[in-house]
């Protein structure tokens, strides 16, 4: 949501990096036949509440479920110095696809479930790198 002045409010500070994270789809709706890869993708920022990604997406079909969380991604982030990995789920807030580019989607990706350990090395981590 836009402010005056076209300045984006933001909840938690936003680090922008380049760093692979590993995620799975997954869903319990039977009707939506979702196989247990696990793909890479690039973080572009991170924040506490969520991440701006790219990364493959398997099928164009998906960007509905997606949407209307139907679809979750479970995401694991390899934070350089970090003492373990951060394992999260991820609900899609938007999906860019281009036509023909399902290698190269666009997501951004607000975090659901994450275990107070995973939260807090998180914070911790974003607070040491600054904005």
Do not use: C
């Not at 680090?15 to 319990?28: A, E, G, H, I, N």
């Not at 709706?29 to 920022?45: A, C, F, S, V």
């Not at 990364?55 to 949407?67: E, F, K, Q, R, Y």
């Amino acid at each position: 949501m836009a402010q005056e002045g076209g300045a984006e409010r933001r909840q938690h500070k936003r680090v922008t990096l380049d760093l692979p994270v590993f995620y799975r789809f997954r869903t319990s709706d039977p009707r939506l036949k979702i196989e247990k890869l696990t793909y890479q993708g690039m973080t572009r920022n991170l924040s506490e509440g969520g991440l701006l990604m790219s990364g493959p997406l398997p099928d164009l079909a998906w960007i509905s479920p997606l949407l209307m969380s139907k679809i979750l991604l479970d995401m694991t982030l390899e934070l350089p110095g970090a003492a373990r990995s951060i394992a999260v789920e991820g609900r899609a807030a938007w999906v860019e696809a281009k036509p023909g580019g399902l290698q190269d989607a666009m997501y951004g990706i607000t975090f659901g479930t994450v275990a107070r350990e995973s939260k807090e090395a998180l914070r911790a981590w974003i607070e040491a790198r600054g904005s």
